[in-house]
């Protein structure tokens, strides 16, 4: 991708770029915790976003698309964003750091990327953090990793209309290699965690489905968390969200809130227990808990939490089902997307043959797999 993204820079621009990269990202463990401030377990991958960006000596800001192969252009004094288009995600971010004080000029910038289009690995996180990464790099403007994240975060809710979460874009700031952030969405801080597969790889298991339920069902998982807290704040004083109660305290918040919420509350409590646990079992090589606590994963999000499919379901039982599969769960918001698999490398064929034979049979389409490795955050090539 770098010289190819050089190359076509130098021929639109005429000029030699400085080039950044932000990788796409993957979460171990720790799903629907990060809005009620708990734990999540991700990493960077070694696929992501390459910006190669340059000044111009104009007020224009030129920018080209290579996936899109489209050209836009804006003023730093004009700058209007439109939703749902991708130099959006530059205009955001320009945006931002201009009221923030940061003085830009014009510039010209290529966007480029090797991200498996529909894979969940958050791109468009990658997207902005790149963006945020190559303008600071280029005006030397030094601005820290932890707040390029929050402006890749607060571009997103303010001009693409996404109410992400810190953990897309700040896994793509700060990931490093062969290691996973053991992040707290409380106080926006991580502790790296070295790890270590031994003799297995991570493989994703790629559903091609996206169910038009998402959006609605998450604002409603959102809402029955909140509930919940407003409720037990009566019996639990000095609790802010479900993540500052204890697995213990499980059965008193059973007979404290409604039945139709408990299993919400439940999922996002024994979530974050099931994070801390993962952390550790990985920080001692413990590859068989860690595999153990990815399938208690999925039963909870499939069953409490009611976030997956039948086509993630299948996907997980299946794995969870092969004796060279040490865990299976789906990634991410739910209903659809990818499954994470802790698979024996030496089984990775098997495990692609196995599973797909029995998908196509029974969903008339065939998954993609993505292998990853973990990997660095974003920076100056």
Not at 209 to 238: M, T, W
């Amino acid at each position: 991708m770098n010289p190819q993204l050089a190359q076509t820079f130098q021929s639109l621009f005429s000029a030699t770029p400085l080039i950044a990269f932000a990788p796409g990202r993957i979460n171990l463990i720790g799903e629907h915790t990060d809005y009620q401030e708990g734990f999540v377990f991700p990493a960077a991958v070694d696929f992501g976003i390459y910006i190669g960006i340059q000044k111009n000596s104009q007020k224009l800001c030129r920018l080209y698309s290579m996936d899109f192969d489209q050209e836009y252009s804006f003023e730093l004094d004009y700058i209007s964003p439109k939703k749902g288009h991708w130099a959006t995600y530059v205009m955001g971010m320009c945006a931002l750091l201009q009221q923030s004080g940061y003085k830009l000029e014009g510039f010209d910038l290529l966007i480029g990327g090797n991200i498996p289009v529909g894979s969940g690995l958050s791109s468009s996180a990658a997207l902005s953090v790149a963006i945020g990464t190559a303008i600071s790099g280029l005006f030397e403007l030094g601005i820290p990793k932890k707040n390029i994240a929050l402006y890749a975060q607060k571009a997103e809710h303010l001009f693409a209309g996404v109410n992400c979460g810190i953990m897309d874009p700040y896994t793509s700031s700060f990931g490093a290699e062969g290691k996973a952030l053991l992040l707290d969405c409380r106080t926006n801080t991580h502790q790296e965690v070295s790890v270590d597969l031994q003799e297995f790889s991570l493989i994703l298991a790629n559903s091609k489905v996206k169910h038009s339920l998402a959006d609605s069902a998450y604002n409603k998982r959102r809402e029955a968390c909140e509930e919940s807290v407003r409720i037990l704040q009566a019996h639990f004083p000095g609790i802010k969200t479900l993540r500052d109660i204890p697995e213990s305290d499980l059965v008193k918040v059973e007979s404290l809130i409604p039945n139709y919420l408990f299993p919400k509350a439940k999922h996002v409590i024994t979530e974050c227990k099931r994070v801390l646990e993962a952390a550790h079992a990985l920080s001692i090589g413990d590859l068989a808990t860690f595999g153990k606590l990815l399938n208690d994963s999925h039963q909870s999000l499939s069953k409490d939490y009611e976030v997956s499919c039948a086509e993630l379901d299948f996907l997980a039982e299946k794995a969870q089902c092969l004796d060279f599969v040490l865990g299976s769960r789906m990634m991410g918001g739910g209903f659809g997307g990818c499954t994470i698999n802790l698979v024996k490398t030496s089984e990775l064929e098997s495990f692609k043959t196995i599973l797909s034979e029995g998908y196509e049979k029974t969903f008339q389409k065939s998954p993609d797999f993505i292998p990853v490795k973990l990997s660095r955050g974003a920076a100056l090539l």
